[in-house]
């Protein structure tokens, strides 16, 4: 067998086991998220060892989208810095056996603070899953390591445990793209949605007059790659947008006109949302959200019509631009 061959299999046994633990989520995980979503303080990531390194990875994960997280290694919690916890903080003490010595000895003092405490186990008849205010199984029947020994499927299986916690926590806080900006002004999607909407925006900006046929409104949307054109009412540098259509607007008209020798004009819808270039992208986002729309029409200034650019959702969330 190649090592390719023997990276395969290791794959396919991780992923088998990550499906039978997928199997037997139940309604334990509902709970433990509502518990995490009413916290009024933080949510506190306790390990040691290899399970401590995904328990950071854990907290990091929450804190970049929303949910307020630190991690603290058990051996150091209970050498000074259980004094980070304070009573209104929910803890998840993290153990693939559940009988982890200084796991357990940091139960009774988190319990003293008055903090509720969740366990992310392999073993739900553990000392650590009994003591926990609620648990979560991370069991798997063997490790991919052919001695059994060396963590690796029960690690793999405890980190998608907290991913899967962390996205249904964006889902119920509505975290949004603007907001992980705010969270990520270093990384590449942070420093270009903290950008300027005149450095993404297309200036090829597809055009229309209201008596423009149908099909040629469609070939130019088709052309310019944007789902959508403005309408005019001449094409000359003059002259003045009176609406909008878009990918949404064409299936709509399709299926209200049976004869697509229609116009541009009984096409379009007559408002449209815009946007200064010099606002940020984040500022874009959230007129897309709020209207439900994925393209802004661009203007030099507030109080310009002219409109200079395009700006689209895939602009902003194209990790390749």
């Known amino acids: 067998m190649t090592h390719a061959e023997r990276a395969k299999q290791i794959f396919t046994e991780e992923i088998n086991e990550l499906q039978r633990l997928r199997d037997s989520i139940d309604g334990s995980f509902d709970k433990v998220v509502e518990v995490l979503f009413a916290c009024e303080g933080k949510v506190v990531v306790l390990g040691i060892g290899k399970t401590g390194i995904i328990g950071h990875k854990m907290a990091a994960s929450f804190a970049s989208t929303g949910t307020s997280s630190i991690f603290v290694n058990v051996a150091e919690a209970m050498h000074g810095d259980l004094g980070m916890i304070s009573k209104d903080d929910v803890v998840i003490l993290v153990s693939n056996s559940g009988e982890t010595n200084e796991i357990l000895n940091a139960v009774d003092p988190i319990h003293r603070i008055g903090c509720t405490i969740i366990a992310l186990t392999g073993n739900l008849q ?5 003591r926990a205010d609620y648990a979560l199984s991370v069991h798997v029947e063997r490790e991919a390591c052919p001695l059994g020994l060396a963590p690796t499927t029960s690690t793999t299986a405890t980190l998608l445990m907290g991913d899967a916690l962390m996205v249904c926590l964006m889902e119920m806080r509505q975290f949004k793209a603007e907001n992980f900006a705010l969270y990520h002004p270093g990384g590449a999607l942070g420093r270009k949605l903290l950008g300027r909407v005149k450095n993404f925006m297309s200036t090829n900006v597809p055009r229309v007059t209201l008596q423009t046929s149908f099909r040629d409104l469609v070939c130019e949307m088709s052309e ?4 959508m054109t403005m309408v005019y009412d001449t094409l000359q540098s003059t002259g003045i947008c009176k609406g ?3 990918d949404g607007d064409v299936r709509r008209a399709i299926q209200r006109y049976n004869d697509v020798q229609i116009t541009a004009e009984q096409v379009m819808t007559p408002s449209y949302k ?3 270039q010099d606002a ?3 500022d874009a986002l959230a007129i897309m959200d709020k209207h439900n729309i994925t393209t802004l029409a661009v203007t030099e200034t ?3 019509v002219q409109i200079i650019g395009i700006i689209s959702i895939h602009h902003i ?3 390749n631009e």
């Open 274 to 276: 815009s946007i200064t």
């Open 224 to 227: 310019k790659h944007l789902g």
């Open 280 to 282: 940020l992208l984040t």
């Open 126 to 130: 553990s000392p650590l899953a009994k």
């Open 317 to 319: 969330i194209d990790f």
């Open 244 to 246: 909008i259509i878009t």
């Open 302 to 304: 507030a109080d310009s």
